[in-house]
């Protein structure tokens, strides 16, 4: 069973920058792709970036491009979310999660992936 943890999330002041983590363990890590996702009060989750299982590929959602840039470690089995220039409509919790894939592509549905993380709360505000 795949196991995603989330780290990083906090409070940060509008124009500030976070770092997020999502560290897998329990399975072939290169043979998923990653996605993040976030979720804000009262809205649906969505897609904020993803990440083919080489790193070659990714997406972005526009509200992010630009400001986010997504990255992965596959020798520590991490992804990470690098989030610059924030801004208080970032503020939601922030989730990773894993699809297993054959190809090296990702997508940015939430319905696509099988295996998801806690989530970590990110809130920017001054």
């Known amino acids: 069973q795949l196991q995603l943890v989330e780290s990083g999330g906090g409070l940060v002041q509008p124009g500030g920058s976070l770092r997020l983590s999502c560290t897998v363990s329990?399975?072939?890590?290169?043979?998923?792709?990653i996605g993040w996702f976030r979720q804000a009060p009262g809205k649906e989750r969505e897609g904020v970036s993803c990440?083919?299982?080489?790193?070659?590929?990714?997406i972005y959602a526009d509200s992010v491009k630009g400001r986010f840039t997504i990255s992965r470690d596959n020798s520590k089995n991490t992804v990470y979310l690098q989030m610059n220039s924030l801004k208080p409509e970032d503020t939601a919790v922030y989730y990773c999660a894993a699809r297993p894939v054959q190809n090296n592509i990702c997508v940015s549905r939430p319905s696509a992936y099988n295996y998801w993380g806690q989530g970590t709360q990110v809130t920017v505000s001054s």
């Open positions: 329990g399975s072939a890590f290169y043979y998923y792709s």
């Open positions: 990440i083919s299982r080489s790193g070659d590929s990714t």
